[in-house]
């Protein structure tokens, strides 16, 4: 009998579409604040206690680290599914997030930031491959672009909410720090009203072509259903880590860490400790100066989800990695201009850098088909927290022992070899140039 339905990924965006990508972006929010609100709390902290710059470092890096668990939870989604882990992830983020409230002891604060992170890795690895294996093939690479304004809200609403919040004293800084509990409540909330479905493509993968069919047909109506390839396929074995450094996969996922990797060292290392920064760099009005640098990382990525179409993947890699390393060299060359030459070259590299943050969802995920999709992604993510988490690790470090200086060169030589891998090894995945 011949195979009637038409394939669920050439179907115009409905409202299953619109639920799923809401739920997510509330959790891209979440992450946002709550890497983002390390650096504005632990700034106040050290006004009250006693933290040495290596614990600084260490605990604004805890979250990052935290991410490293991402192959482990792309690895588990892979074998168990995407739904789940979801609907749990955001109450155990604001669960941890509430406990730093109980507590005053670093190691303790490190390893709930870890925790923290852990549950990022969750939204970050798993939701975007449940979202990637559901939007329409046409609008997947657009509207994972845009997850990054979203997370972006997150990161400079934490940053505005370390300014506001006040009066509390020696614990302000904890309560800066705990505050990452209401947009993890919210989006935790949301997907337990608006439940988040299953993948049909995982389930299509792992041998379930009924249920995988009803579920589509759930959502999508009787016409939809699985591609004749996805009816056809065999539930693919255990993908090892071995499996995503031989062929085919090698290039992708060591592509696609480093430039991960070599991106956020730089983007993190300088935004979460902003204060700490630019309180070094003597620009006058610190609150002012990093409200315009975290307004322009908005612009930022608004103006690369805009240009995300147009430009190849490679070209627009290889472009933000060398525009945002010249504007850092201008910047070191002009430490002894005015603030306001300074303010505005800060500001051209954190719009630069940031707009390359749009490839940070869709890219990963265009590298890796679905049977090792959320596992290479985590992979690539895991790869990815090292570089994060050494820049937020070491920027107070680095600030402490030559200033600004030391700190912007080497994020400067980090982004002139993420250019260089991009250059000589990146694939190219954009289905208009492929």
Same mark, same amino acid.
């Given at each position: 009998?011949?195979?009637?339905?038409?394939?669920?990924?050439?179907?115009?965006?409905?409202?299953?579409?619109?639920?799923?990508?809401?739920?997510?972006?509330?959790?891209?929010?979440?992450?946002?604040?709550?890497?983002?609100?390390?650096?504005?709390?632990?700034?106040?902290?050290?006004?009250?206690?006693?933290?040495?710059?290596?614990?600084?470092?260490?605990?604004?890096?805890?979250?990052?680290?935290?991410?490293?668990?991402?192959?482990?939870?792309?690895?588990?989604?892979?074998?168990?599914?995407?739904?789940?882990?979801?609907?749990?992830?955001?109450?155990?983020?604001?669960?941890?997030? *509430?406990?730093?409230?109980? !507590?005053?002891?670093?190691?303790?604060?490190? +390893?709930?930031? =870890? @925790? $923290?992170?852990?549950?990022? /890795?969750?939204?970050?690895?798993?939701?975007?491959?449940?979202?990637?294996?559901?939007?329409?093939?046409?609008?997947?690479?657009?509207?994972?672009?845009? *997850?990054?304004?979203?997370? !972006?809200?997150?990161?400079?609403?934490?940053? +505005?909410?370390? =300014? @506001? $919040?006040?009066?509390?004293? /020696?614990?302000?800084?904890?309560?800066?720090?705990?505050?990452?509990?209401?947009?993890?409540?919210?989006?935790?909330?949301?997907?337990?009203?608006?439940?988040?479905?299953?993948?049909?493509?995982?389930?299509?993968?792992?041998?379930?072509?009924?249920?995988?069919?009803?579920?589509?047909?759930?959502?999508?109506?009787?016409?939809?259903?699985?591609?004749?390839?996805?009816?056809?396929?065999?539930?693919?074995?255990?993908?090892?880590?071995?499996?995503?450094?031989?062929?085919?996969?090698?290039?992708?996922?060591?592509?696609?860490?480093?430039?991960?990797?070599?991106?956020?060292?730089?983007?993190?290392?300088?935004?979460?400790?902003?204060?700490?920064?630019?309180?070094?760099?003597?620009?006058?009005?610190?609150?002012?100066?990093?409200?315009?640098?975290?307004?322009?990382?908005?612009?930022?990525?608004?103006?690369?989800?805009?240009?995300?179409?147009?430009?190849?993947?490679?070209?627009?890699?290889?472009?933000?990695?060398?525009?945002?390393?010249?504007?850092?060299?201008?910047?070191?060359?002009?430490?002894?201009?005015?603030?306001?030459?300074?303010?505005?070259?800060?500001?051209?590299?954190?719009?630069?850098?940031?707009?390359?943050?749009?490839?940070?969802?869709?890219?990963?995920?265009?590298?890796?088909?679905?049977?090792?999709?959320?596992?290479?992604?985590?992979?690539?993510?895991?790869?990815?927290?090292?570089?994060?988490?050494?820049?937020?690790?070491?920027?107070?470090?680095?600030?402490?022992?030559?200033?600004?200086?030391?700190?912007?060169?080497?994020?400067?030589?980090?982004?002139?070899?993420?250019?260089?891998?991009?250059?000589?090894?990146?694939?190219?995945?954009?289905?208009?140039?492929?």
């Amino acid at each position: 009998m011949e195979y009637t339905k038409k394939n669920y990924k050439k179907a115009p965006l409905s409202s299953i579409h619109f639920r799923i990508y809401f739920a997510l972006a509330l959790g891209q929010i979440a992450c946002g604040f709550a890497l983002g609100i390390s650096g504005t709390a632990l700034s106040q902290a050290t006004d009250y206690i006693n933290i040495p710059d290596f614990w600084v470092g260490l605990i604004g890096a805890g979250s990052l680290i935290g991410l490293a668990g991402s192959a482990l939870m792309g690895k588990i989604a892979d074998q168990f599914g995407r739904r789940r882990m979801l609907m749990l992830d955001m109450y155990l983020f604001s669960i941890f997030s *509430l406990l730093q409230l109980a !507590t005053m002891n670093l190691v303790i604060l490190f +390893i709930l930031r =870890i @925790l $923290i992170g852990l549950m990022i /890795a969750i939204d970050y690895t798993v939701g975007n491959a449940l979202l990637v294996e559901w939007l329409p093939a046409k609008e997947s690479g657009r509207l994972q672009s845009q *997850l990054i304004v979203y997370w !972006t809200i997150g990161f400079i609403t934490s940053y +505005i909410a370390g =300014i @506001l $919040i006040t009066g509390f004293g /020696a614990h302000n800084w904890q309560i800066i720090l705990a505050s990452s509990v209401v947009p993890g409540l919210m989006a935790a909330i949301y997907r337990s009203i608006f439940r988040i479905p299953a993948s049909p493509s995982w389930l299509a993968s792992q041998g379930k072509n009924k249920t995988a069919q009803k579920l589509i047909q759930k959502h999508l109506g009787k016409k939809w259903g699985l591609s004749l390839k996805q009816i056809r396929s065999k539930k693919p074995k255990d993908v090892s880590l071995k499996t995503l450094f031989n062929p085919p996969y090698r290039r992708k996922t060591i592509v696609g860490g480093l430039f991960y990797a070599c991106q956020a060292f730089s983007f993190f290392g300088i935004s979460i400790f902003l204060p700490i920064l630019l309180k070094s760099m003597n620009l006058g009005n610190n609150n002012l100066s990093g409200i315009i640098y975290n307004s322009c990382v908005l612009i930022g990525v608004i103006f690369g989800s805009l240009i995300f179409k147009i430009l190849s993947r490679r070209m627009f890699l290889v472009r933000t990695f060398f525009l945002s390393a010249a504007a850092l060299i201008l910047l070191i060359i002009g430490n002894n201009f005015s603030p306001f030459f300074q303010i505005s070259v800060f500001a051209i590299f954190a719009i630069v850098l940031s707009s390359g943050l749009v490839l940070d969802y869709p890219y990963p995920t265009e590298l890796f088909d679905v049977k090792v999709r959320a596992s290479g992604v985590g992979t690539c993510i895991t790869i990815s927290r090292f570089g994060a988490a050494s820049g937020t690790f070491l920027l107070p470090i680095l600030t402490h022992l030559g200033g600004p200086i030391l700190a912007m060169l080497i994020c400067t030589l980090v982004l002139l070899i993420g250019g260089t891998i991009c250059l000589l090894w990146a694939p190219e995945t954009s289905p208009k140039y492929i």
